[in-house]
T-cell receptor, first 115, second 114 residues
């Protein structure tokens, strides 16, 4: 079972920042927040992950609240190619049994970037 | 350079047949995975392999069997195909199979059972 809650869908104007929220109120101290996306008819693609601190890479920024119960993925300048389903996933930071290896995908947020 | 590749991309077959899907990764990763995405778009883990050892096996029918001839390959064999097996199957790999590893996915194989 997915341990995250995301809006079903969102729209964003091309060139604007896309802010995708995720609630993970039951997250434990050793669990990372991961973001993947799946563009239509392609395999999931890693975007970014974080534990406590905010993170930024060439694709996106990840803002994690101080209590770690929610986070926001930010695509600073959305393009049409960013239209995809975005998955927020909580994973343990240390392996402890078979379940720690897997990615458990929820329903994700379908982001539509509009021209 | 394709990091994780799968063949075939599309597979259409009759019920009762036996088929295989191949997966190769050129990333030098130790762990590989198979995921299934059903018609409702839910992605679920099926198997993972680390150093030729099966380390997780979700509740999938034993008609499905992963086979790894070497560290770079993890093939999925399916016996006695059923209508419900129709789905998109994704292969993935990760460096060490650690819980914190990033997984890299292949393009998927769309299996249609008639």
């Amino acid at each position: 079972d997915a341990k995250t809650t995301q809006p079903t869908s969102m729209d964003c104007a091309e060139g604007r920042a896309a802010n995708l929220p995720c609630n993970h109120s039951t997250i434990s101290g050793n669990e990372y927040v991961y973001w993947y996306r799946q563009i239509h008819s392609q395999g999931p693609q890693y975007i970014i992950h974080g534990l406590k601190n905010n993170e930024t890479n060439e694709m996106a920024s990840l803002i994690i609240t101080e209590d770690r119960k929610s986070s926001t993925l930010i695509l600073p300048h959305a393009t049409l190619r960013d239209t995809a389903v975005y998955y927020c996933i909580v994973r343990p930071s240390r392996g402890s049994g078979a379940g720690s290896y897997q990615l458990t995908f929820g329903k994700g947020t379908k982001l539509s970037v509009i021209p | 350079d394709t990091a994780v590749s799968q063949t075939p991309k599309y597979l259409v077959t009759q019920m009762g047949n036996d088929k295989s899907i191949k997966c190769e990764q050129n990333l030098g990763h130790d762990t590989m995975y198979w995921y299934k995405q059903d018609s409702k778009k839910f992605l679920k883990i099926m198997f993972s392999y680390n150093n030729k050892e099966l380390i997780i096996n979700e509740t999938v029918p034993n008609r499905f069997s992963p086979k790894s001839p070497d560290k770079a390959h993890l093939n999925l064999h399916i016996n006695s195909l059923e209508l419900g097996d129709s789905a998109v199957y994704f292969c993935a790999s990760s460096p060490k199979g650690l819980a914190s590893d990033t997984q890299y996915f292949g393009p998927g194989t769309r299996l249609t059972v008639l």
